[in-house]
């Protein structure tokens, strides 16, 4: 029985597989400003997987970046220039949002 544990194979997990729809990549996006601990890392790979989720290429060629180029800045050891997120993120058809003080 231990054995066959040992044996069984696991695919890695990505977010890319589960978002399905426009309101599963807004919401995501959405945490994913709200949880970033201030370095960027979580809006890095929220914006990653929302890239491969809509098709990298197409992301390439909206952004007039190269595919390879965003593949390694929105890679967790990235570090992409603002201007590159910022386009990126007008790609994707995506907004940064202000949370609202009022109550």
């Known amino acids: 029985m231990a054995e066959k544990l040992l044996a069984e194979k696991f695919s890695r997990w990505d977010s890319a597989d589960y978002l399905k729809t426009e309101e599963d990549i807004e919401l995501y996006f959405e945490l994913c400003l709200q949880e ?33 180029g965003l593949y390694k800045a929105l890679s967790p050891e990235g570090n992409p220039e603002f201007a590159t997120v910022m386009k990126v993120i007008k790609a994707l058809g995506l907004k940064l949002g202000v949370p609202s003080t009022q109550s």
């Open 36 to 68: 970033d601990p201030g370095d960027g890392s979580l809006i890095r790979r929220a914006l990653g997987s929302i890239a491969r989720a809509r098709g990298m290429s197409q992301l390439a060629r909206d952004t007039g970046l190269a595919r390879e």
